[in-house]
């Protein structure tokens, strides 16, 4: 009999040659499998099954993980504001986790022997992989064809165009990994420090003139509205901000850091939708936490993003990061206005009930109500002691 192995597929470049070589040059029964985590419409979907059999492939499923990736992941990202090094919503990062572990589920549901990915041995992904493999299928081989083989794009365009597999091989000159939460764009200009990715290899182009005002509703920290129509599957609603927001080619950019395998990586995205709803919800938090809510939930938002980056997702430290930020979210609940344009949006405001910049309390730059200006006088005298301790010990030793 013939081993049983499941391949994680996209229909991109990697894992098509891995469909045909694993069951053309090695013999095995290929069965794939697509974990969809928002990025594949319908008839992406239907295509990628109908390629993926014309592979070799002896199954295909469809494992549809779009929900489990908002809720496990999504919505603690946006109560973190994660934006790995301050640009990039880690797309593909976080939903990577998720796609392994439908895999590897997949696979121990049809007694798989093996499971195999796509991934090269210069980046992320295969750790994410591989990681998510071991722990909860030890048993199960990995096989990995594109990493072991360091193979090119070149050379396995040329290997499928010489199996008799037609595509189009264009589109395969960059890595492209589309889901939810953003796409990300590889290849070509981004293997380069001086260079930047062209308009047309972006996926979205700008449509939309002029300016246009959204408004997002939050309610504990989650979208709840978007211009005024009210969402209860957030996954519809985030879908309705990128149809949105999109259209002005918002949110693309650069993202440079470093891998988990300890080299400099370059990638580029765009993700309209997230980095609108990130910097609404960051807004909407600068006016309804407390300074000290605000600092603390940073540190742990930081945290929790590089170690989902960086494929820890299955720690249970995890777990307490998302304890603690969902608690800090009790109050993020109003509106926020944003005002798109091509390439840009502006923060405009927000409204709340848990807004604390109060007028009762005074108004910053204009008037004090809550206190006089002889407590101003006294408060100042007592913070600054220690300073002015400092420097009269400096003064005695001589040192001023």
């Known amino acids: ?61 469809t494992l549809d993980v779009t929900k489990d990736y908002y809720e496990k992941s999504i919505k603690y990202m946006v109560f973190g504001n994660v ?30 022997d093996c499971v195999a990915h796509g991934s090269t041995g210069a980046g992320n992904d295969q750790i994410r992989f591989d990681l998510t493999f071991n722990v909860l299928a030890p ?11 360091v193979l090119t794009r070149d050379y396995e365009i040329n290997y499928l165009k010489e199996h008799g597999f037609e595509a189009d091989f264009k589109k ?11 796409t990300s764009i590889g290849g070509k200009e981004t293997l380069k420090s001086d260079q930047t990715l062209p308009e047309e290899a972006y996926p979205s182009q700008l449509t939309a003139k002029g300016e246009e005002m959204l408004t997002l509703d939050f309610e504990k920290g989650e979208i709840a509205a978007v211009n005024g129509e009210k969402f209860k599957d957030k996954v519809k609603a ?6 949105i927001a999109s259209r002005y080619a918002i949110g693309r950019d650069m993202h440079i850091g470093d891998t988990i395998i300890g080299i400099k990586g370059r990638v580029g995205f765009e993700a309209a939708a997230p980095i609108v709803i990130i910097n609404a919800h960051k807004m909407l938090e600068k006016h309804t936490l407390t300074k000290w809510q605000q600092y603390w939930k940073d540190q742990i938002g930081n945290w929790y993003g590089m170690f989902l980056h960086e494929a820890e997702y299955l720690d249970p430290v995890m777990r307490d990061c998302e ?44 008037t004090q109500t809550a206190f006089t200006a002889e407590d101003a006088k006294g408060f100042t005298k007592i913070y600054g002691n220690s300073i002015k301790i400092f420097h009269a010990v400096q003064k005695k030793n001589g040192k001023e």
């Open 1 to 61: 009999m013939k081993e049983k192995v499941v391949l994680a597929f996209s229909g991109g470049l990697d894992t098509s040659f891995c469909a045909k070589y694993l069951s053309e040059e090695k013999g095995y029964d290929v069965y794939t499998a697509v974990a969809n985590t928002g990025g594949f419409s319908p008839e992406n979907l239907k295509k990628i099954e109908e390629n993926a059999y014309k592979l070799g492939a002896v199954k295909h499923v």
């Open 83 to 112: 934006l790995r090094n301050g640009t990039y919503p880690i797309s593909v990062s976080s939903e990577r986790i998720f796609q392994a572990i439908a895999i590897i589920e997949y696979a121990k549901s049809i007694g798989a």
């Open 139 to 149: 048993n199960i081989k990995i096989i990995t064809p594109t990493r072991d083989m």
């Open 172 to 182: 395969m000159e960059y890595s492209i990994n589309k889901g939810l939460w953003g």
């Open 238 to 243: 985030i879908q309705k901000v990128e149809a």
């Open 323 to 366: 304890a603690f930020l969902t608690n800090s979210q009790e109050n993020v609940t109003g509106k926020v206005f944003i005002k798109l344009r091509p390439y840009n949006y502006v923060l405009v405001g927000i409204e709340s009930p848990f807004d604390l910049m109060k007028s009762e309390f005074g108004e910053y730059g204009e």
